[in-house]
Each structure stands twice: as C-alpha cells, then as structure tokens.
C-alpha cells in the first residue's frame, strides 16, 4: 500500500465497484477499490494509534471482508466509504479488546461500569428491607407470575428459554412478566 499513488472515486463509481465485485467477482473492480481506500484506511487506523505494520495488516483485512461481503452492500443504509469504514473501525475495536491494551480499554471505558464505593449501613439495612419487600409481593402474585419473574431475574434466563421450560408460549411469557411487573409495581407502591 506504500508507494501508490491515490486514486480518486466518486461516490457512483465506488456503488457500480462493489456491485460488480458482488455480482460477478470482478477482480479489477477490487482492484480499483483497493487502491482508493486501502491507503485511506491505513491513515485511519494509524490515527487511531495503530503502528504502520499493524494498520496495513487491518486495512487488508478490511478489503478481504469488502471482497467476501460485497453481496451484503446495500445502498439505501449508507455510501460505499461508510460501509468500508465501518468495518474498519469494527476489525480495529476487536484487535483492541483482543489484545487487551491499556489503550483499548481507556476507550472502551464507560464511567457507570465504575464500581459503586463500600455500602454503608444505612443503604444495606435499606436493602435487606426492599428485598424482603419484594419477596413478600411475589407471594401475592399468581404462581405462574411469579414463577416466570422468578426465572426472569433471579434465575437471568432469557424469555425464550422460559417458554421453552415451561412449556408455555413466548407471548405467554412476555404477556406473564408485563403483567406481574405491574402487579408487583402496584403492591410494592402500596407497602410504602
């Protein structure tokens, strides 16, 4: 990718590019594209702190998923350039969480997955308090509320997974869990 001169495209001349790559493996077509966007992905990935080796090594993985996906194009979401860049940013966020640099997760860090600081004891009497509270209006709710809400949240199954358990549809499923959160909602508001 050194040493070429770039290529300029325009935003039709990219569309009808990716179109003949998908529709008929069109090696000059690729060819064409590389050679517009391999430099500018590897200016882009070396912006985000890549190394030279390691941005080139992206840029091509990125232009070998442009040549498998071509097929998966679609006009209508976004241009040509979004597209590649797109995957581009996604192969370079999976080499960063790979690796695990201290980098990568700087700016991956979301401040609410901070942990909370020591609970005092005033907030785990309050706690204990709610919990108990919860647990004495799911008695209140019909079994099959309940026990849908039961492995909802305390069992972290997936709706799909309880219908299949149950041996109940998912809209059952779905119609049980609305009903009871409103219910408990309501009983809850009530032990206040």
């Not at 009808?16 to 990935?45: C, I, T, W």
């Not at 799911?138 to 309880?162: M, T």
Request: proline share 4%; hydrophobic share 45%.
């Amino acid at each position: 990718m050194t040493g070429k001169a770039r290529t300029v495209l325009s935003a039709d001349d990219a569309r009808r590019l990716v179109a003949a790559v998908a529709v008929e493996r069109d090696r000059a077509a690729f060819a064409q594209l590389f050679s517009h966007y391999g430099p500018r992905l590897k200016a882009f990935m070396m912006r985000g702190g890549l190394s030279a080796s390691a941005a080139e090594e992206l840029a091509q993985e990125t232009m070998l998923l442009v040549w498998r996906k071509a097929g998966y194009f679609n006009a209508e979401r976004g241009g040509v350039s979004t597209w590649i860049f797109t995957i581009a940013r996604n192969l370079r966020i999976d080499r960063l969480r790979r690796e695990k640099r201290p980098r990568a997760n700087a700016e991956l860090f979301d401040p609410s997955d901070e942990p909370d600081g020591p609970a005092t004891g005033e907030a785990v009497l309050m706690a204990v308090q709610r919990e108990e509270q919860v647990r004495a209006a799911l008695e209140l709710l019909s079994h099959e509320q309940a026990e849908v809400l039961r492995l909802s949240f305390f069992g972290d199954k997936p709706q799909s997974e309880i219908a299949s358990e149950l041996g109940i549809p998912l809209g059952t499923v779905k119609s049980r869990v609305r009903l009871a959160l409103g219910r408990l909602r309501h009983i809850l508001d009530d032990l206040k």
